[in-house]
């Protein structure tokens, strides 16, 4: 379309202009949108490593509660055992002289001499 006339060249600039004016409203908006789309993201991002530093801490103390009770548990049963050796020697010699006892009776039932120990 050849305008030659200048009120067709006027429409043709206006409604340019106006097309162009559209386009930068819209990105205009896009830009807002970007902006608060980044805002909010800053915003859920430090929430989520505040929350995740305040669930390593938790995680931390309860970690240290865990090892305390179980370093109890580890030097009650150290204390234990201390004080079950001496009473199993005694069960074990015992057991030792009983089953060279049991021995001997085996070996005079069946008339073979049984070696010492």
Same mark, same amino acid.
């Given at each position: 379309?050849?305008?030659?006339?200048?009120?067709?060249?006027?429409?043709?600039?206006?409604?340019?202009?106006?097309?162009?004016?559209?386009q930068?409203?819209?990105?205009?908006?896009?830009?807002?949108?970007?902006?608060?789309?980044?805002?909010?993201?800053?915003?859920?991002? %430090?929430?989520?490593?505040?929350?995740f530093?305040?669930?390593?801490?938790?995680?931390?103390?309860?970690?240290?509660?865990?090892?305390?009770?179980?370093?109890?548990?580890?030097?009650?049963?150290?204390? %234990?055992?201390?004080?079950?050796?001496?009473?199993?020697? +005694? +069960?074990?010699?015992?057991?030792?002289? %009983?089953?060279?006892?049991?021995?001997?009776?085996?070996?005079? %039932?069946?008339?073979?001499?049984?070696p010492?120990?």
């Amino acid at each position: 379309m050849a305008a030659n006339n200048p009120a067709d060249i006027q429409e043709i600039i206006d409604s340019r202009l106006k097309r162009l004016e559209e386009q930068i409203s819209a990105l205009h908006k896009r830009v807002n949108d970007f902006r608060l789309i980044n805002f909010i993201l800053s915003g859920v991002t %430090l929430a989520g490593v505040v929350s995740f530093a305040f669930w390593l801490g938790g995680l931390n103390s309860e970690l240290k509660r865990n090892t305390a009770e179980l370093d109890k548990l580890n030097n009650t049963v150290k204390a %234990l055992s201390d004080k079950l050796i001496p009473p199993m020697a +005694v +069960v074990e010699t015992k057991i030792e002289n %009983l089953d060279r006892k049991i021995d001997r009776i085996d070996d005079k %039932l069946t008339g073979q001499v049984a070696p010492q120990r």
